[in-house]
């Protein structure tokens, strides 16, 4: 997402001058990276928030709360569980990843649906 949102915000910053006066330049280029990097925290948060989610509610179902404890600590404990349990920890981690990645497609989705929104019929021309 980093890359696309990367390539709006220079996009943003470049047709500037097309929509603004000149004396608002710099508080429209702060307000610009401020959203950028609210919404980078926002979205890190959300998707540190789910992935741990899935973690608690499905490790603790074959893990002690020991394990899972340890897991939590360090991936590395991993190794030291039994195979058995090693493939249905890595199981879980890997739906987690999954659904993060779900989630970040359906913020993609939704940062191109607010493009199109935002096509102009009539485009506005330089002063």
């Given at each position: 997402?980093?890359?696309?949102?990367?390539?709006?915000s220079?996009?943003?910053?470049?047709?500037?001058?097309?929509?603004?006066?000149?004396?608002?330049?710099?508080?429209?280029?702060?307000t610009?990276?401020?959203?950028?990097?609210?919404?980078?925290?926002?979205?890190?948060?959300?998707a540190?928030?789910?992935?741990?989610?899935?973690?608690?509610?499905?490790?603790?179902?074959?893990?002690?709360?020991?394990?899972?404890?340890?897991?939590r600590?360090?991936?590395?404990?991993?190794?030291?569980?039994p195979?058995?349990?090693?493939?249905?920890?890595?199981?879980?981690?890997?739906?987690?990843?999954?659904?993060?990645?779900?989630?970040?497609?359906?913020?993609?989705?939704?940062a191109?649906?607010?493009?199109?929104?935002?096509?102009?019929?009539?485009?506005?021309?330089?002063?």
């Amino acid at each position: 997402m980093g890359f696309g949102f990367g390539f709006n915000s220079s996009t943003l910053i470049i047709l500037l001058p097309l929509v603004i006066e000149k004396q608002d330049t710099a508080v429209c280029m702060g307000t610009i990276t401020q959203i950028h990097l609210l919404g980078s925290a926002i979205g890190l948060a959300l998707a540190t928030n789910l992935f741990n989610d899935r973690l608690e509610t499905r490790l603790p179902a074959f893990l002690t709360s020991e394990q899972v404890k340890n897991l939590r600590d360090s991936t590395d404990y991993m190794a030291s569980l039994p195979n058995v349990l090693q493939h249905q920890a890595k199981r879980v981690y890997a739906e987690a990843f999954d659904f993060e990645l779900r989630m970040m497609m359906a913020f993609a989705f939704a940062a191109l649906l607010i493009l199109f929104i935002l096509i102009e019929k009539q485009p506005r021309r330089l002063k």
